[in-house]
């Protein structure tokens, strides 16, 4: 079992920027796939970024490539995002997710991850 932790939300207006964090803890492993996935009132979830946690490729949206950045510190057990250039669109509920599959295809398929989060909020102001 593993456990996470989300932090790091709050109200910013647009064009600022916020980080968010993930702390993982239980049966964590060496290197494993985590995302972050988001998910607005009245929308589906979508996936946002993922990474494995021993490094290697990482995996954006593409309506926040050039914006988001996804990283890992091994010795905190934490994932980060930090989040740029905020659009009042990145309003959302964000979750961290871990134990996915972090290839081109599969992703962004949050039923492929087998832990999560309870969410942090973000909310972006015009």
């Known amino acids: 079992q593993v456990q996470l932790v989300e932090s790091g939300g709050g109200s910013v207006q647009a064009g600022g920027s916020l980080r968010l964090s993930c702390v993982a803890s239980g049966s964590t492993y060496s290197s494993y796939c985590m995302g972050w996935f988001r998910q607005a009132p009245g929308k589906e979830r979508e996936g946002v970024a993922a990474?494995?946690?021993?490094?290697?490729?990482?995996h954006y949206a593409d309506s926040v490539k050039g914006r988001f950045t996804i990283s890992h510190d091994n010795a905190k057990n934490t994932l980060y995002l930090q989040m740029n250039s905020l659009k009042p669109e990145d309003s959302a509920t964000y979750y961290c997710a871990a134990n996915g599959h972090c290839s081109d295809e599969y992703w962004h398929l949050g039923r492929l991850f087998d832990y999560w989060g309870q969410g942090t909020e973000v909310t972006v102001s015009s």
């Open positions: 990474a494995y946690t021993g490094g290697g490729s990482t």
